[in-house]
Protein backbone atom coordinates (compact mmCIF):
# COMPACT_ATOMS: atom_id res chain seq x y z
CA UNK A 1 0.00 0.00 0.00
CA UNK A 2 1.70 3.04 -0.84
CA UNK A 3 1.75 6.17 1.11
CA UNK A 4 3.11 9.25 2.09
CA UNK A 5 2.29 10.62 5.83
CA UNK A 6 3.51 13.69 6.80
CA UNK A 7 4.38 14.79 10.35
CA UNK A 8 5.50 18.55 11.15
CA UNK A 9 3.25 21.98 10.73
CA UNK A 10 1.41 23.78 13.07
CA UNK A 11 0.98 27.41 14.36
CA UNK A 12 3.90 29.63 14.30
CA UNK A 13 4.77 33.31 14.40
CA UNK A 14 6.47 35.49 12.36
CA UNK A 15 9.44 35.20 11.49
CA UNK A 16 9.75 31.45 13.07
CA UNK A 17 10.64 28.29 11.87
CA UNK A 18 9.38 24.59 10.78
CA UNK A 19 9.93 21.39 9.52
CA UNK A 20 7.82 19.51 8.05
CA UNK A 21 8.66 15.66 7.30
CA UNK A 22 7.18 13.14 4.94
CA UNK A 23 7.70 9.66 5.20
CA UNK A 24 6.89 7.17 1.98
CA UNK A 25 6.48 3.82 2.33
CA UNK A 26 4.83 1.34 -0.42
CA UNK A 27 7.29 1.65 -3.53
CA UNK A 28 10.73 2.36 -4.47
CA UNK A 29 11.53 5.98 -2.79
CA UNK A 30 14.88 6.45 -4.59
CA UNK A 31 13.04 6.16 -8.42
CA UNK A 32 11.03 9.41 -7.38
CA UNK A 33 11.67 13.07 -7.55
CA UNK A 34 9.65 14.82 -4.48
CA UNK A 35 8.43 18.31 -3.87
CA UNK A 36 6.21 19.99 -1.50
CA UNK A 37 3.35 22.03 -2.15
CA UNK A 38 0.89 24.29 -0.58
CA UNK A 39 -2.92 25.66 -0.84
CA UNK A 40 -3.75 28.73 0.67
CA UNK A 41 -7.38 29.85 1.06
CA UNK A 42 -9.13 30.77 -2.11
CA UNK A 43 -5.71 29.89 -4.25
CA UNK A 44 -4.70 27.39 -6.61
CA UNK A 45 -2.11 24.59 -5.25
CA UNK A 46 1.12 25.94 -5.83
CA UNK A 47 5.14 24.15 -6.37
CA UNK A 48 7.09 25.08 -3.24
CA UNK A 49 9.83 22.83 -3.92
CA UNK A 50 11.50 20.14 -5.64
CA UNK A 51 14.47 18.02 -5.23
CA UNK A 52 15.26 15.02 -7.68
CA UNK A 53 15.59 11.08 -7.03
CA UNK A 54 19.07 11.49 -6.14
CA UNK A 55 19.12 14.45 -4.06
CA UNK A 56 21.33 16.85 -6.00
CA UNK A 57 19.09 19.16 -7.93
CA UNK A 58 16.59 21.34 -6.07
CA UNK A 59 14.08 23.82 -7.22
CA UNK A 60 12.20 26.30 -5.63
CA UNK A 61 9.48 29.03 -5.77
CA UNK A 62 10.95 32.35 -5.81
CA UNK A 63 8.47 33.55 -3.36
CA UNK A 64 10.40 31.15 -1.12
CA UNK A 65 14.13 31.03 -2.23
CA UNK A 66 16.63 31.78 0.58
CA UNK A 67 13.86 31.11 3.63
CA UNK A 68 13.16 27.23 2.98
CA UNK A 69 15.13 24.24 2.05
CA UNK A 70 13.88 20.59 0.98
CA UNK A 71 16.16 17.30 1.36
CA UNK A 72 15.73 14.14 1.71
CA UNK A 73 17.18 10.61 3.25
CA UNK A 74 16.69 7.78 0.90
CA UNK A 75 17.90 5.21 2.98
CA UNK A 76 15.38 6.64 5.61
CA UNK A 77 12.52 7.16 2.68
CA UNK A 78 11.81 10.68 3.89
CA UNK A 79 11.83 14.18 2.26
CA UNK A 80 12.26 17.68 4.75
CA UNK A 81 11.08 20.96 4.02
CA UNK A 82 12.70 23.10 6.40
CA UNK A 83 11.16 26.59 6.86
CA UNK A 84 12.89 29.78 8.32
CA UNK A 85 11.61 33.30 8.37
CA UNK A 86 7.64 33.00 7.97
CA UNK A 87 5.68 35.08 7.60
CA UNK A 88 1.57 35.73 6.92
CA UNK A 89 1.90 34.61 3.61
CA UNK A 90 3.20 31.17 4.08
CA UNK A 91 0.14 30.28 5.45
CA UNK A 92 -1.56 26.83 3.58
CA UNK A 93 -1.65 23.04 3.71
CA UNK A 94 1.45 22.18 2.42
CA UNK A 95 1.47 18.64 0.68
CA UNK A 96 3.94 16.17 -0.14
CA UNK A 97 4.49 14.98 -3.56
CA UNK A 98 6.16 11.78 -5.46
CA UNK A 99 6.64 11.68 -9.04
CA UNK A 100 8.16 8.85 -10.85
CA UNK A 101 11.85 10.28 -12.67
CA UNK A 102 10.50 8.39 -15.96
CA UNK A 103 6.93 7.82 -15.35
CA UNK A 104 5.68 11.11 -14.72
CA UNK A 105 2.13 9.72 -14.77
CA UNK A 106 2.34 7.62 -11.57
CA UNK A 107 2.48 10.07 -8.80
CA UNK A 108 1.14 10.06 -4.91
CA UNK A 109 0.22 12.76 -2.62
CA UNK A 110 0.46 13.19 1.01
CA UNK A 111 -2.42 13.96 3.38
CA UNK A 112 -1.38 17.37 3.51
CA UNK A 113 -0.46 19.43 6.87
CA UNK A 114 -1.50 22.79 7.69
CA UNK A 115 0.66 26.13 8.65
CA UNK A 116 -0.47 28.76 9.83
CA UNK A 117 1.95 31.97 10.31
CA UNK A 118 0.04 34.40 13.08
CA UNK A 119 0.74 36.50 16.02
Known amino acids: QVQLVQSGGGLVQPGGSLRLSCAAS????????MSWYRQAPGKERELVAR????????NYADSVKGRFTISRENAKRSVYLQMNSLNPEDTAVYYC????????????WGQGTQVTVSS
Open 26 to 33: GFTFSNYA
Open 97 to 108: NAVHSYVAAVTY
Open 51 to 58: IDSAGGIT
